[in-house]
């Protein structure tokens, strides 16, 4: 509102009492203000459209075009830029659907090691202004500022404007910033003002704020239960508080606790850096059903890169492999095996992967394929293999083609059996 205190977007300056309409220092428009700015700590950093952005920047070409970041007529889209948002596509939409509502997209196939690489790096800039940053992906995190106005020199806020702009100035990419008192309306402010935005929920707006929300506002509140809640007449935040916590647990039990008190704006959650993330896996469904060990073996070995850039660039490991098929008729077959050492390498991932799938190829056509590491805990150097003396030659080798992957792109160096399932034409 005019005349809060705040900051101008353009040039970072503070803005004197009785600023207006444009920043005195440089004269932008862009002026970002709140009564509570200089109070506020946690917050919410979500990289723009991630994976189409570093595309972008990788191609100046594609600036103005829209860009799908996806694969395969039976694929979903990973990620769309603004542009081909205007079209109706967004993540995990099919791609034959994405491409019926945008026929002039750009598809782009996934180059999971360079985003893994770039979201590292800005995760590292995130830690450089709090060791209080719990990762929600590989391209959005919570972090909380509290008690780092000495340290920084400045209140959270202006911490926040600064690392905004190291990001773009550094990575090449935006992001925008949700600023509140806790987790959930952190979350909610960050989508009010993208891209490259910068939203401010404070604790004397957030009931107004909210009341007018709808329910689907809520992160967690898929399709299915909002429709129950709109058949019950719960369609806003503000229907909820009516409601209040007795009649929302005896409805929807602990959810409807949960809703209850985020409806009131309650998030007692704290920014955690330790979260505990379950899982790292990465799928793909076909053009067109397979049974064949080449092809299969192929596209397995593309999922252990994909998953194993993640653990990397998280620098974690795994003890347990999930072979997981889908079949023609869709039927779901899942294939377990626990490691004897914890490892975040690809060709650990695909070696246990291949001997999960050898029994499945029995005639069976598969539309889906995918692999994952569970049982997570931080990476230690490699160890080997008692059972496999050449399992360290292995892992040295293939750290030595990450860091060329690294620096010349995803395809500096191929697998033997990426290039040998290709058609002679594509070699």
């Not at 404007?161 to 509140?180: A, F, K, M, P, W």
């Not at 492999?321 to 095996?337: C, G, N």
Request: charged letters at 30%; aromatic letters at 6%; glycine letters at 8%.
């Amino acid at each position: 509102m005019s005349g809060d205190p705040g900051y101008c977007r353009a040039c970072l300056a503070p803005l004197p009492e009785g600023t207006r309409d444009a920043c005195p220092a440089c004269g932008s428009h862009k002026l970002l203000r709140h009564r509570e700015i200089d109070t506020l700590s946690i917050a919410h950093i979500d990289c723009d459209a991630f994976f189409a952005a570093i595309e972008k920047r990788d191609n100046p070409a594609l600036e103005e075009l829209p860009v799908i970041v996806g694969g395969g007529q039976r694929g979903v889209v990973s990620t769309c830029c603004y542009v081909a948002r205007l079209y109706g596509v967004h993540s995990a939409m099919p791609m034959f659907k994405a491409l019926k509502a945008c026929p002039d997209a750009v598809v782009i196939k996934p180059e999971h090691a360079k985003y893994a690489a770039e979201g590292r790096r800005i995760r590292e800039m995130m830690q450089d202004v709090t060791p209080l940053v719990e990762p929600l992906s590989i391209d959005e995190a919570f972090l909380d500022l509290t008690g780092t106005t000495r340290l920084h020199g400045a209140p959270p806020a202006l911490t926040l404007l600064r690392l905004q702009r190291r990001i773009r100035e550094t990575v090449g990419i935006t992001v925008s910033v949700g600023l509140s008192f806790n987790k959930f309306l952190a979350k909610t402010a960050s989508d009010l003002d993208k891209p490259h935005g910068f939203a401010v929920i404070g604790e004397g707006d957030a009931q107004a704020f909210l009341e007018k929300q709808p329910v689907r506002a809520i992160y967690g509140v898929g399709p299915a239960f909002a429709a129950r809640l709109e058949r019950d007449g719960i369609r806003t935040l503000a229907d909820i508080s009516r409601h209040g916590d007795k009649d929302m647990a005896r409805r929807y039990g602990e959810m409807g606790f949960h809703l209850a008190r985020l409806a009131r704006g309650e998030d007692t959650r704290r920014v955690k850096p330790d979260r505990d993330r379950k899982s790292v896996s990465s799928e793909t469904t076909f053009n067109a059903d397979h049974d064949d060990r080449e092809t299969l073996e192929k596209q397995l070995w593309r999922l252990c890169v994909r998953v194993s850039d993640q653990m990397k660039a998280q620098a974690i490991s795994g003890s347990v492999v999930t072979l997981k098929l889908k079949t023609s008729s869709f039927k779901t077959r899942t294939r377990r095996r626990t490691l004897s050492e914890p490892s975040q390498l690809a060709d650990t991932l695909f070696r246990v992967g291949k001997e999960l799938l050898a029994p499945e190829i029995d005639g069976t056509r598969y539309r889906l394929i995918g692999i994952g590491f569970s049982g997570l805990q931080p990476a230690v150097a490699d160890s080997g293999d008692l059972l496999d003396p050449n399992a360290i030659r292995r892992a040295t080798a293939e750290r030595a083609i990450d860091k060329a992957r690294a620096k010349f792109g995803g395809d500096a160096v191929v697998k033997g059996i990426a290039f040998r399932a290709k058609p002679k034409r594509e070699r």
